[in-house]
């Protein structure tokens, strides 16, 4: 056995046992529903191979890690206008946080948290239709993980939909100040679409692995981005995206990470992994509370911090 698949699996049935879990979002009435004694990790290598362990073959709800990938769609369609939307800068505020927007004309100081993503979806809007766009951003993630299966829960959509009043008034106050330019509803109809994919961590692992190797696909060697733009998605994942946890996350796991409060989280090993944990309890940040401690578990033991092993 590698030392990748031992760590793996020994890191998977400590955290299968642990009590202290963290608390399942409810305010996306669907997710209050998930069982929180799940866990999941997978490690895809630079050769390709998927290690994985737990509920690695349970789709669960990728929420915002959706948001590295639109991000990733939005550059590879504008370019660096997308930057005149969004700025680059932590929040140091909750992922659905409203008080900056108003101090900095409606332009979101980043892409991953909600209004930055927001901002990034009405972008994306500007060049297609509504399903269009969500086709795209959907069969981006097939691509990238080469498995057709991925899908939108429509039942996490429909939920998110009926229920997501602060997002509502994020999307008006921008449209307020022309940082979204389109119509409201179908901006955030495509935004709660994407964010409600379902995907499991293997899937997750294999999707992320372009921005471990500079740009390219480990597997297939296509080029998916430039080398330069793999490495500033993961400087501006690093910085933010952990919301109010990223100093925290960045201080224990020491990698560029995406989180969503489906309880996932993305982490870039660079030159060596991509890595996908899965645990639905969350912390008061909103981010996975044993995906997190899995990651730091994982990344010490393998010396894979980007600060130095
Ligand atoms: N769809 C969620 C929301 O907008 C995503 C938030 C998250 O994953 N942090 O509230």
């Not at 895809?44 to 929420?63: H, L, M, R, W």
């Not at 269009?132 to 829960?153: N, P």
């Amino acid at each position: 056995m590698s030392e990748i698949e031992a760590a793996v699996r020994e890191i998977a049935e400590e955290m299968r046992v642990r009590p202290d879990r963290g608390a399942v979002a409810t305010y996306i009435p669907e997710l209050g529903r998930v069982d929180p004694g799940q866990f999941a990790i997978a490690v895809a290598t630079k050769d390709g191979e998927v290690i994985a362990a737990g509920d690695c073959n349970t789709p669960f709800s990728i929420q915002s890690v959706s948001k590295v990938f639109t991000l990733t769609l939005a550059l590879g369609m504008m370019g660096d206008v997308v930057w005149q939307r969004v700025g680059r800068e932590p929040s140091g505020s909750p992922f659905n946080s409203i008080v900056q927007l108003e101090f900095e004309k409606g332009r979101p100081r980043n892409p991953f948290i909600n209004a930055g993503a927001i901002s990034v979806t009405d972008l994306i809007l500007s060049k297609y239709q509504p399903r269009e766009a969500l086709g795209e951003i959907l069969r981006f993630l097939q691509y990238l993980a080469d498995d057709d299966a991925i899908y939108i829960d429509e039942a996490v959509a429909a939920s998110e939909q009926r229920t997501g009043y602060s997002n509502r008034a994020l999307a008006n106050f921008m449209k307020a100040f022309g940082t979204v330019t389109g119509t409201v509803d179908y901006t955030l109809g495509v935004y709660f679409h994407h964010c409600a994919i379902a995907m499991t961590v293997r899937q997750l692992a294999r999707a992320g692995s372009f921005l471990a190797h500079l740009g390219r696909d480990p597997v297939t060697g296509f080029s998916v981005v430039s080398a330069e733009r793999a490495r500033r998605i993961n400087a501006v994942m690093l910085t933010c995206g952990h919301y109010d946890g990223s100093g925290e996350f960045a201080y224990r796991v020491g990698l560029p990470g995406k989180s969503g409060v489906g309880g996932g989280i993305l982490a870039i090993a660079p030159g060596k992994a991509s890595i996908a944990v899965w645990s639905p309890g969350l912390d008061a940040s909103g981010n996975s509370h044993l995906g997190r401690i899995a990651l730091e578990k994982l990344t010490q033991r393998m010396g894979w911090s980007v600060f130095g092993a």
